[in-house]
């Protein structure tokens, strides 16, 4: 036995002592940084419009890693007190693990099944290897007999572990040592018992793993109860993900770890809880940081590092036991406590687009806040209920019983206060066949249009019905839910991965895009208000392009014509707004929500339909009417969604109407308003949603869509339906007519000069929830303006509705000049491409409408 066994327990040196202190916050405050300001720069990309930066987090994980090891590894090396150098040695494998999972950020988050799959075998692997090599923790010189323990270990604690060669210690290749063991038994398996007595089996639980499995449920209970579960292979691999990481840090703080925080014989408790639960402490935060997708880790920061002592005091407790537990309290706690992040949360949704209101990046604070508090109240009751040198351990009856509690209590709240039942992703599938819209009839006005709209809907109904015939018949032989669509010829359908490459694999289908679904909350967010004053003259938007002259002037208001509304809602109870509803069976959907009368929570729709068409003096056109569908929940998206709204707009249907059968062109609005974007987190690729823009534009259907706020990046016009040609793409222009900072620039994709044309996008007041009114700032503000003008227009000269080319030239020709705010000096290749044609002039648009001759 090599003397420097006899510091095993030691303090050591002052100095080293704070050395390891000053190591052990270095390792945290480079752990927290790191995890949150990678989180960060995730989301800055994302509100900014810019590609994710797939090697962003392997560079995090290898910046993390040395400078960890800067002070880790002396640490690991230098100091005589072995208690010192195993800790410097966890930390240095902790960091490694860190770094080796960190890696697995590189996939996208969009494919989280595909991540924790190789979480899974990953921290397994991980587990092995650090099995192998565990006994580096230990002095070198250790032979695995019973001679060359050191003082006060326990044989029974080192039983299925492997020695420094990497052979596994045979039952009953050890004696226990130590004054403080029971006096007689004689090792074997994983338990002593005294001569003649049957041995217990090995399968069956200790107390002290029991009662570990106890602590874990408590960590699980708050993201059961907050939490929602994904899609049905999202929640089965999380299970061996979970495990997996369990398993890593059951074999980095096994029970050579912590008999170095062991001090006299019998040890005393004190010290191995609270000097061994810190170190323990650090450990699990390298771990935890390493579990999840990008936002899904960061709850384990402070969930984790306080059940390292808890884990010491199982550990004392477990000492004191006459059957060892090996690793498996270890394992189970940590397993326990990282599937709670990993199953209950979409690291997707942990997003700044969703943190103005109490949405999911609020509940996952208050579970991780919940969750920190049961790990700090797990620590101190366990450490000082079963670290007590006089504790026994409970019989494992009683343990059994707590963990079955706590089970089915963990099951009630998942049933009873939480949200049942699986939520994940589906699946968008694009066929290859889409409806040929040539030869349409030709007319003028609005009866032209609606020939033209009704053509446009029976052709793309019969194509979908046609061409998805033998799809759905399969869906149904699969029991797989489904909802067709025919704008975009296409099918959204239940599934996952296997679905996805199935549905690929068919000659009819064109591609497979992922339609997000947000999982719900355990209660709805807050309803928008807003507390600035109704105006008492119109604001300075409207007076800025001239709808108050063509109202007082011209005397057009925009009777006669209908706006659609697709955004989060519309509060149809508002002043502004009640009267202008269309009213009747069919000029309202909800999608998400399905409620049957107009409704917004997030107040983005009404402030957007009441710059549109509110009155008051808020609205571009006030005398005209409006329709509405909700394609938002909660500020997001996805392909289905936007498109239930977009043929919705072609072909209106009762509530609870089918969309192919019961569709009516005639009722069609005239101009649809669109102050959203369906970005790749939404499922959209760039094609997404190109057929139906063009089903529209034939239909003689005006679609007006906000650029984006991404700018000022040229080439910020990316997210459909902004970039496509046959879109009148709005930016934005402040009180002082110069392009906002954060108005998306082009050119589009395809290389199309966008925007179109520009409108007031800054400080715009208009109606909100409540009956209230807020000033907001964005492109989609400046959007409903210009389909207000285009309703001034076609109200002034009805013969020119439907007619898109006369109506999009008018617009150009009489845009009056903006003021490029170019910073950089960059114009993006051509001015147009951050002003489009100049900012829109309501005035000069419509007595250019007025005085056009009639359509021949």
Partial sequence: MRADYSTAGSAGSPWAVVAAVLAGCWAVAVTVLSQTGGWAVDQVLLVSGLDRLAPLWPVVALITVLLVSLAALPLALV??????????????????????????????????????????????????????????????????????????????????????????????????????????????????????????????????????????????????????????????????????????????????????????????????????????????????????????????????????????????????????????????????????????????????????????????????????????????????????????????????????????????????AGQPGLHGERLFVVLREQADLTGLPAGPGKAGRDARAGEVYRRLVDTAERSQAELRRELRRLRLGHTPYYLVNAVEVDGGPAVRAWLTSRPEVARVLVSQRLRPLPAPPGTASGNAPAPTRPPWNITMIGADRVWSGLGVTGAGVTVGSSDSGVDGRHPTLAAGFRGDDDSWFDPWNGTRTPTDRSGHGTHTTGSAVGRGGIGVAPGAQWVGCVNLDRNLGNPAAYLDCLQFMLAPFPAGGDPFTQGRPARAPEILTNSWGCPPIEGCDPQALRPATDALEAAGILVVAAAGNTGPFCGSVQDPPAPYPDVLTIGAVDERRRVTAFSSRGPAPTGVAKPDLMAPGADVLSAMPGGGYAALDGTSMATPQVAGVVALMWSANPELVGDLGRTRRILRETATPVEADRPSGDDCGDTANAVGAGLVDAYAAVSAARGLPHAK
């Fill in 79 to 416: 100091p005589r007190a072995a208690a010192i150098r195993v800790a410097g040695r966890a930390w240095l494998a902790g960091a490694l693990a860190l770094g080796v999972l960190g890696m697995l950020r590189a996939i996208p988050p969009v494919h989280h099944e595909a991540y924790l799959a190789a979480l899974a075998v990953t921290a397994a692997l991980l587990a092995l290897v650090a099995d192998r090599l565990s006994h580096r923790i230990l002095e070198p010189g250790w032979r695995g007999d019973a001679g060359s323990l050191p003082p006060g270990w326990h044989a029974a604690d080192l039983v299925g572990t492997t020695g420094p060669s990497g052979v596994a210690i045979p039952t009953g290749a050890v004696e226990p040592t130590g004054a403080s063991d029971l006096a007689g038994p004689a090792v074997h398996g994983s338990a002593t018992h005294a001569p003649g007595e049957k041995a217990p089996r090995a399968a069956r639980p200790s107390a002290v793993s029991l009662l570990a499995v106890a602590a874990g449920l408590t960590l699980l209970l708050p993201w059961v109860w907050l939490g929602a579960l994904g899609g049905l292979l999202e929640t089965v691999l999380a299970v061996p993900a979970a495990a997996a990481v369990g398993a890593l840090a059951g074999v980095l703080l096994d029970a050579r770890f912590w008999r170095h925080f062991e001090v006299g014989e019998p040890p005393r408790p004190v010290r191995l809880v609270l000097v061994g639960g810190l170190v323990a402490g650090v450990v699990l935060l390298l771990v935890g940081a390493g579990a999840g997708q990008s936002g899904a880790q960061l709850p384990l920061l402070v969930t984790l590092p306080p059940a390292g002592f808890a884990l010491a005091a199982l550990h004392a407790l477990n000492h004191r036991s006459a059957r060892s537990a090996g690793r498996t309290p270890t394992a189970w706690l940590v397993g326990l406590g990282v599937y709670g992040p990993l199953a209950f949360t979409d690291p997707e949704e942990i997003s700044l687009l969703l943190a103005g209101t109490r949405d999911v990046p609020f509940w996952v604070a208050v579970a991780a806040g919940a969750g920190l508090v049961v790990a700090v109240v797990l620590a101190v009751t366990y450490g000082l209920v079963l670290a007590r040198p006089s504790a026994r351990p409970p019989r494992r009856a009683v343990a059994g019983a707590t963990a079955f509690a706590l089970l089915v209590t963990v099951g009630a709240v998942g049933f009873g």
